[in-house]
């Protein structure tokens, strides 16, 4: 778990640097960018959840000790 949660939280910070990437800013709503600014909301909520996640084993692991 040390090893794949780090992975999985640059995993979905490069996915959604992708996507934004991905987006017209002239119509973001229009076309292909709706799925670009879908995918970018998905990686960034997944990228908050795993940084809850890591924050929460390592506090779990403080009152263990």
């Known amino acids: 778990m040390k090893i794949v949660l780090p992975l999985f939280i640059v995993l979905s910070f490069g996915m ?3 996507n934004l990437s991905q987006i017209n800013w002239g119509s973001p709503l229009a076309g292909d960018s709706s799925v670009a ?3 970018s909301m998905a990686s960034a909520s997944a990228f908050l959840l795993l ?3 890591m924050l929460s084993k390592r506090i779990a692991q403080k009152l263990k000790k």
């Open 51 to 53: 940084v809850i996640l």
């Open 37 to 39: 600014v879908i995918g």
């Open 16 to 18: 959604c640097v992708f």
